[in-house]
Nanobody, 135 residues
Framework: QVQLVESGGGLVQPGGSLRLSCVYA????????VGWFRQVTGKEDEDEGV????????????SDSVKGRFTISRDVAKNRLTLYLEMSSLQPEDTATYYC????????????????????????WGQGTQVTVSS
């Protein structure tokens, strides 16, 4: 059974750093596009694809809002993938629930971040972890 579980969120001051993790149990090569998305409270219809990665070739995509501040990476083991998001220079506008997601239909990391939708039957996502940036 495929399951994604995020961790690592918390409260951090502006300018601080956090590292998020997502354990993807049941990983298979048919779901090789994975990424981090965020949802702001009150804007549940405006999820943003923050950063995505092609597990196979390592190609990545970052949204303009996080480029240069966030780094995505992954570790692959048998039937298990761990996805990371290193976040630095955090700002209050980065406050959101961050969740990891995967798709079996997106051909590139960029499309994963910009076209992925929960409504697709090929989409799987986790419950999320809260990141709050505040002084």
């Amino acid at each position: 059974q495929v399951q994604l579980v995020e961790s690592g969120g918390g409260l951090v001051q502006p300018g601080g750093s956090l590292r998020l993790s997502c354990v993807y149990a049941g990983f298979g090569l048919d779901q090789n596009m994975v990424g981090w998305f965020r949802q702001v409270t009150g804007k549940e219809d405006e999820d943003e694809g923050v950063s995505c990665i092609n597990v196979g070739d390592g190609s990545t995509y970052y949204s303009d809002s996080v480029k240069g501040r966030f780094t995505i990476s992954r570790d692959v083991a048998k039937n298990r993938l761990t996805l990371y998001l290193e976040m630095s220079s955090l700002q209050p506008e980065d406050t959101a629930t961050y969740y990891c997601a995967t798709s079996a239909e997106m051909p590139t990391a960029q499309m994963m971040c910009t076209r992925w939708a929960k409504s697709s039957p090929f989409s799987i996502w986790g419950q999320g972890t809260q990141v709050t940036v505040s002084s």
